[in-house]
């Protein structure tokens, strides 16, 4: 526990990547709008390199940074997963192990499935 009385571990940053700009945004709205993740930023375009089939590709993609709760998880990539074209979508998450108090039960506040309601 810190010393504002969260685990480290309940809050993420989620990481993911879609193939162009509507994909992106669609993603974002539908995390928001089912109260999944909070405050999905959409990166710039980027240029990622990697191997698929075989050979070493090139694209570029555009970035989803999203704060949720380690809760919302599985919801989360399950909805991501859903919106996503990609045949394995980039879903990852770091925990937030830091944030001021007020941010931090901002996000717990935005993705609880109640408070929607």
């Avoid at 193939?19 to 930023?41: E, S």
């Avoid at 970035?63 to 399950?78: E, G, I, Q, V």
Wanted: glycine residues 4%; hydrophobic residues 45%; proline residues 6%.
């Amino acid at each position: 526990m810190t010393e504002w009385g969260m685990a480290l571990s309940d809050h993420l940053e989620v990481r993911v990547t879609a193939p162009n700009l509507v994909q992106a945004n669609r993603i974002a709205a539908q995390v928001v709008g089912r109260r999944l993740a909070a405050f999905p930023q959409v990166v710039a375009p980027i240029s990622s390199t990697y191997w698929w089939a075989g050979e070493v590709q090139q694209a570029e993609e555009w970035l989803l940074l999203m704060k949720t709760t380690t809760d919302r998880f599985d919801d989360l990539a399950a909805c991501v997963r859903e919106l996503q074209s990609y045949e394995v979508p980039e879903i990852v998450a770091v925990p937030i192990v830091q944030g001021t108090p007020d941010y931090l039960e901002w996000i717990r506040r935005e993705t609880a499935p109640e408070y929607g309601e």
